[in-house]
């Protein structure tokens, strides 16, 4: 079935330091591909998303290209700031019902 | 628009007790869901809904109940609460079933079960 692989976490960076989150995914289809971001104690909110091949989402200096030869959607942001501490999720869908996958999390601390 | 909202924000319960975690949309939204999140697992699917009237089975069901008797409205039930269910509980919408599309969150539920 589908699935989705996040790198392995937590990653503490520097502010203004350059952020990767790797994702890659495995699905039958084509799916859409999703960035959440949790800020502690809250809900997931929608970062980006890219709906077909070599879309490029983006959203508050974040950005994700949708890579279908490579199966990835990895999360970048060239200098991050403390405020963007949080735990990021990403995720698939293929349209059915039943189907949205989401990926273990990742913990990212940023520190002054 | 309140968007998706979910009560209560916390819950503690003895093994074997039963409870309703409250879910609401305010958006029209024709699915909504149940997912459950544990530390390394991201978010696994209990329970959802394409509509009212119209519930079904998601990665994790057991254990737990749902009902849709309005668009608005999806509560999960707990009949008799285990320790493997202390987890965080969220609530999420989208537009349109079927539709690979953006799912909206509630703030979420934390159960402890004692």
């Known amino acids: 079935g589908d699935s989705v692989t996040q790198m392995e976490g937590p990653v503490t960076l520097s502010e203004e330091a350059f952020l990767t989150i790797n994702c890659t995914y495995t699905?039958?289809?084509?799916?859409?591909l999703f960035w959440y971001v949790q800020y502690p104690g809250e809900g997931l909110q929608l970062l980006l998303k890219a709906t077909k091949a070599d879309d490029k989402g983006s959203n508050k200096g974040f950005e994700a290209t949708y890579r279908k030869e490579t199966t990835s959607f990895h999360l970048e942001k060239g200098s991050v700031q403390v405020s963007d501490s949080a735990v990021y999720f990403c995720a698939l869908s293929e349209g059915g019902n039943n189907d949205m996958r989401f990926g273990a999390g990742t913990r990212l601390t940023v520190k002054p | 628009n309140a968007g998706v909202t979910q009560t209560p924000k916390f819950q503690v319960l003895k093994t074997g007790q039963s409870m309703t975690l409250q879910c609401a949309q305010d958006m029209n939204h024709e699915y909504m869901s149940w997912y459950r999140q544990d530390p390394g697992m991201g978010l696994r699917l209990i329970h959802y809904s394409v509509g009212a009237g119209i519930t079904d089975q998601g990665e994790v069901p057991n254990g737990y109940n749902v009902s849709r008797s309005t668009t608005e409205d999806f509560p999960l039930r707990l009949l008799s609460a285990a320790p493997s269910q202390t987890s965080v509980y969220f609530c999420?919408?989208?537009?349109?079933?079927?539709?690979?599309?953006?799912?909206?969150f509630g703030p979420g539920t934390r159960l402890t079960v004692l």
């Open positions: 999420a919408s989208k537009l349109l079933a079927g539709v690979g599309d953006t799912q909206y």
């Open positions: 699905a039958t289809g084509y799916p859409s």
